[in-house]
């Protein structure tokens, strides 16, 4: 489980600036691009708890390290930021129950 962890960190890490614009450019291919990410997570065997951790990994990656393009992004860099460990919890299972549903 932590070598499927550090796959994610090094993937966003991989990401070049034109691709992560491209992804973040609004909500709408954010929420694509997580349900394909997801669609392959679970292609792999990922179990619903597995997603949810690397769902919290890209949400804390995103909230040091980019800013939000549009105000959905926004919302959930602020509700990320004051969230606290159950609640990052929670709010990344409702992401991908969010992208799961598209």
């Known amino acids: 489980m932590a070598e499927d962890m550090n ?6 890490k991989d990401l070049s600036q034109e691709e992560k ?11 694509n691009y997580l349900s394909e990410q997801v669609s392959k997570g679970e292609k792999l ?3 619903e708890e597995m997603l949810a951790k690397a769902a919290e990994k890209v949400a804390d ?8 393009r549009n105000s959905e992004e ?3 860099q602020e509700l990320w ?15 991908l129950r969010m992208v799961q549903k598209q």
């Open 74 to 76: 926004k919302v959930l």
């Open 7 to 12: 796959k994610v960190e090094n993937q966003l």
């Open 21 to 31: 614009d491209q992804i973040l450019e609004s909500f709408t291919t954010f929420k």
């Open 45 to 47: 065997g990922l179990s």
């Open 61 to 68: 990656y995103l909230a040091k390290s980019e800013e939000p």
């Open 81 to 95: 930021k004051a969230a606290e460990g159950e609640e990052k919890h929670a709010i990344a299972h409702a992401l």
